[in-house]
Structure formats: structure tokens, C-alpha cells
């Protein structure tokens, strides 16, 4: 037997089904509440994993250091900040490195130990001489040092005694800004109240590969 349903009961039982059907599956709102959680998880994992891959990186592949001083102009003048690379990093001939250097005073604590900028001249077992004309010889061969401001004069050679032979596992360097420049040509002695000398290789902190202050002179180092 049929059950006769009046027409506009029919029609309003129809509407309030679409209407529920509409809630439950098409609304926009309570779809958008459901993700908020979801998406407000995915935002803190992605500044997590932000965070943590920027301190793995400042604390294992790069640095940012601040340079102090005169001694590497023109290359790097003093207040530049520069972009120190660690990771896995092998001294080659030329490169601008950041060092540790026991035998100078420190500005900031007045004790021993200062981080200095210099260049790479001599690897272990080289043999380096500087002439008296200030012209640098690595194995017997002149230097070609287009970086370098000036020659050395006869009275800043240093208290090494030349040639010197760069020890194992050590590198000689020099600042570009050779006659403002406290660096390998400064030994330690017992009248030296200060010195640099030869740099062994667990003192070097990371090699400059780039200079991003000041604004105008941002660029890859040479």
C-alpha cells in the first residue's frame, strides 16, 4: 500500500536532507577547522627543522666573522664581515683563512689568543724566503702577489730566520697589507712578547670564501 505524502511536507523533507548533506560533506568552515591543527603542525615543524639546519649550519659548515684591523687591505678592510667555510675545509696556497693565534693579545679580554684574517703562502715542508727587497719566494721561486698592497720593507721582515720550512701538519701566512701585518714573520722566542709563527692546521678556523658587509662590496673573496 502506497502512503500518500503531501507535496510540500515531500519537498521540505527533500530541502532539510540537501541542507544536511551540504554541512556534512561540502562546507568550507568545517573543513578549514579540521585542518587548522594539521596545518598549524606543519608550520611548527617546518620553523623546527628551520632552526636546526641553520645551527648545523653556523655550527659545523659556515661562520660569519668580523675582521679587525688593517692588515689584509686591500682585500679586506677593517669591519668587513665575512662568511667562514669549516666543513671538511684543506688549506691550498692563496686562500684567505681565519686563524687562531695563541701568541697574540687578546682585544677584548686582554689575555692570550686573538682570531686573525690571513693568507695561505706556505704548506707543510715548503721552504719560504723573503729577500731584502721584500719579495717573496716559495721553493726558490718568486711570489706573484697581485693581492698584496706593497712589498715588505727591510725592517719588517720579522725575527724569523730565512728561509723557513713550514713544519707538518702547518702553514706559513702573511697579511696582504704586508708592512701592517703581525703574522708568520713573528716567531715564538723568548724575547718575543708577542708572535703568530707558523700556523698548525687545528688552529685554522675555516677558509673566507665571501664577504657580505658592506653592502656595496659584497662578493666572493680572491
Known amino acids: 500500500m502506497n502512503r500518500y505524502v503531501p507535496r510540500h511536507l515531500s519537498e521540505k523533507s527533500e530541502d532539510t536532507i540537501s541542507e544536511l548533506g551540504s554541512f556534512d560533506n561540502d562546507n568550507p568552515g568545517l573543513t578549514e577547522a579540521k585542518d587548522r591543527p594539521k596545518e598549524l603542525y606543519l608550520y611548527v615543524q617546518t620553523v623546527l627543522e628551520s632552526v636546526i639546519t641553520a645551527f648545523l ?3 659545523f659548515v659556515l661562520s660569519i666573522s668580523l ?6 687591505e686591500p682585500t679586506l678592510h677593517e669591519n668587513d664581515r665575512v662568511v667562514i667555510y669549516r666543513l671538511f675545509y684543506k688549506p691550498d696556497y ?3 683563512i681565519a686563524v687562531w693565534a695563541e701568541g697574540l693579545p687578546n682585544r677584548e679580554t686582554g689575555g692570550r689568543g686573538e682570531m686573525i684574517v690571513k693568507r695561505v703562502i706556505g704548506l ?7 729577500d731584502e727587497e721584500g719579495v717573496v719566494y716559495r721553493n726558490g721561486k718568486p711570489l706573484y702577489e697581485n693581492y698584496a698592497k706593497e712589498l715588505i720593507n727591510a725592517d719588517n721582515l720579522g725575527n724569523a730566520e730565512y728561509p723557513v720550512t ?7 701566512v702573511l697579511g696582504d697589507n704586508r708592512n701592517h701585518s703581525t703574522d708568520s714573520r ?10 703568530v709563527d707558523c700556523i698548525d692546521v687545528r688552529y685554522i678556523m675555516g677558509k ?8 656595496d662590496r659584497i ?3 680572491k
Open 94 to 96: 692563496g686562500d684567505i
Open 166 to 172: 713550514v713544519p707538518e701538519n702547518s702553514v706559513f
Open 124 to 130: 707543510e715542508g715548503d721552504e719560504i724566503y723573503i
Open 186 to 195: 713573528y716567531v715564538k722566542d723568548e724575547s718575543a712578547d708577542y708572535y
Open 67 to 72: 675582521v679587525i684591523g688593517s692588515s689584509m
Open 219 to 221: 662578493g666572493v673573496l
Open 57 to 59: 649550519i653556523l655550527t
Open 208 to 215: 673566507a670564501i665571501f664577504r657580505i658587509y658592506p653592502f
